[in-house]
């Protein structure tokens, strides 16, 4: 009870604080532009300009204002986690024990459930051919939007940290889970790193990852190499806070895919805040595979996919003796889900999905080089 009549007291005394401190460099710093104008504006030789104390004043309330919300910002940075601290944290999610979302269903009105989730400056919209197939089969699904993706700026995607993903894709699995009896995901480019930190902390019926962001192609890796620098990385992304999606070679606009008819309307961001390309980055260090909990583990790719590094996943898999089954779509780019190969890659989703036994082999689908 003591301490927490402490917080509270600290608690008022937080603005208060704040514009003490404020007022205090307010009047240091005039105390100086004073001595300043008295030894040297007043001296012609030196300076004529009366501009130059206007300049003076100006900057002074500049740095106070800054001053004092930066000391604010500090001591409720120091109250809250002062406070927070008395519960049990979950630091991959960023969030508490005592403060995760909660679901209670009586019943499990289900059988399986399926969560889609979408990749890199995407949206769920990713999803919609494979939908259709899951509505004509009656499959259950939730296809959330992750943090920061698919509203109308990138603002909130710019302040996103990996662990808001991580907890929205672990909130959805919780829900599936208090609904069905079993669950799967299917994880598409980004969407894969989550599915993959999910399966480590969480069992799945299937795992299905479309060309999975696991490991980046390698003309991105300069990239991962200058964002892991700590001090260079932050000047950079304060110096270049945005960049262009970039068009992969051979490719006409920024979508990684063979079929063009219909890139204009796929929702996407064009500039992306580096600070989550560096998120991003991070989540792949995070995730390691080998943890991973399923039944069945299926890896979709396109033949012509320049935004992942799929032999290297493969080359992990295979070195680790991890059991998948894989379905190469020859006629299609990174995100086969909609590429010329959408179709046969939905069914053979579908098939996958509708197992009752997981198989070790995957079955053959047109248009597909499929091998276990």
């Given at each position: 009870?003591?301490?927490?009549?402490?917080?509270?007291?600290?608690r008022?005394?937080?603005?208060?604080?704040?514009i003490?401190?404020?007022?205090?460099?307010?009047?240091?710093?005039?105390?100086?532009?004073?001595?300043?104008?008295?030894?040297?504006?007043?001296?012609?030789d030196?300076?004529?300009?009366?501009?130059?104390?206007?300049?003076?004043?100006?900057?002074?309330?500049?740095?106070?204002?800054?001053?004092?919300s930066?000391?604010?910002?500090?001591l409720?940075?120091?109250l809250?986690?002062?406070?927070?601290?008395?519960?049990?944290?979950l630091?991959?999610?960023?969030?508490y024990?005592?403060?995760?979302?909660?679901?209670?269903?009586?019943?499990?009105?289900?059988?399986?459930?399926?969560?889609?989730?979408?990749?890199?400056?995407?949206?769920?919209?990713?999803?919609q051919?494979?939908?259709?197939?899951?509505?004509?089969?009656?499959?259950?699904?939730?296809?959330?939007?992750?943090?920061?993706?698919?509203?109308?700026?990138?603002?909130?995607?710019?302040?996103?940290?990996?662990?808001?993903?991580y907890?929205?894709?672990?909130?959805?699995?919780?829900l599936?889970?208090?609904?069905?009896?079993?669950?799967?995901?299917?994880?598409?480019?980004?969407?894969?790193i989550?599915?993959?930190?999910?399966?480590?902390?969480?069992?799945?019926?299937?795992?299905?990852?479309?060309?999975?962001?696991?490991?980046?192609?390698?003309?991105?890796?300069k990239?991962?190499?200058?964002?892991?620098?700590?001090?260079?990385?932050?000047?950079?992304?304060?110096?270049?806070?945005?960049?262009?999606?970039?068009?992969?070679?051979?490719?006409?606009?920024t979508?990684?895919?063979?079929?063009?008819?219909?890139?204009?309307?796929?929702?996407?961001?064009?500039?992306?805040?580096?600070?989550?390309?560096?998120?991003?980055?991070?989540?792949?260090?995070?995730?390691d595979?080998?943890?991973?909990?399923?039944?069945?583990?299926?890896?979709i790719?396109?033949?012509?996919?320049?935004?992942?590094?799929?032999?290297?996943?493969?080359?992990?898999?295979?070195?680790?003796?991890?059991?998948?089954?894989?379905?190469?779509?020859?006629?299609?780019?990174?995100?086969?889900?909609?590429?010329?190969?959408k179709?046969?890659?939905?069914?053979?989703?579908?098939?996958?999905?509708?197992?009752?036994?997981?198989?070790?082999k995957?079955?053959?689908?047109?248009?597909?080089?499929?091998?276990?």
């Amino acid at each position: 009870m003591t301490n927490i009549v402490k917080d509270l007291q600290e608690r008022n005394h937080l603005v208060r604080w704040g514009i003490l401190i404020g007022l205090t460099f307010f009047s240091l710093a005039t105390l100086f532009i004073l001595a300043i104008d008295f030894k040297i504006l007043r001296d012609p030789d030196i300076i004529q300009d009366h501009h130059f104390r206007i300049l003076l004043f100006i900057l002074v309330i500049y740095f106070t204002i800054y001053a004092t919300s930066g000391f604010i910002r500090s001591l409720a940075r120091y109250l809250n986690n002062r406070y927070l601290a008395r519960f049990t944290a979950l630091p991959k999610l960023s969030c508490y024990q005592e403060s995760c979302t909660r679901n209670y269903f009586p019943n499990k009105p289900y059988d399986h459930i399926v969560i889609l989730l979408h990749g890199f400056t995407a949206s769920p919209q990713e999803f919609q051919f494979l939908i259709k197939h899951l509505e004509a089969n009656q499959i259950p699904y939730l296809s959330p939007n992750i943090i920061g993706f698919g509203i109308s700026s990138t603002h909130l995607l710019s302040l996103a940290h990996r662990h808001d993903w991580y907890r929205t894709a672990i909130e959805q699995y919780d829900l599936a889970s208090s609904l069905a009896n079993k669950v799967s995901i299917v994880g598409h480019s980004m969407g894969g790193i989550l599915a993959t930190f999910v399966a480590m902390h969480r069992p799945l019926h299937h795992l299905i990852l479309s060309g999975p962001g696991l490991y980046s192609a390698p003309g991105d890796l300069k990239y991962k190499r200058l964002l892991a620098l700590p001090i260079i990385s932050q000047l950079y992304i304060k110096i270049v806070p945005y960049l262009p999606k970039p068009i992969r070679k051979g490719r006409r606009t920024t979508s990684d895919t063979l079929d063009q008819t219909h890139t204009s309307t796929m929702f996407q961001y064009l500039a992306i805040p580096i600070h989550c390309v560096k998120e991003v980055f991070s989540a792949q260090n995070d995730v390691d595979i080998q943890q991973a909990q399923f039944n069945q583990l299926s890896i979709i790719y396109g033949q012509h996919d320049l935004t992942v590094d799929m032999n290297k996943l493969f080359k992990q898999l295979d070195n680790q003796d991890i059991p998948y089954q894989k379905a190469n779509f020859e006629n299609s780019a990174h995100n086969v889900l909609e590429d010329y190969d959408k179709d046969p890659c939905c069914q053979y989703i579908i098939h996958t999905l509708m197992e009752t036994t997981p198989s070790k082999k995957a079955p053959a689908t047109s248009k597909a080089a499929t091998d276990g």
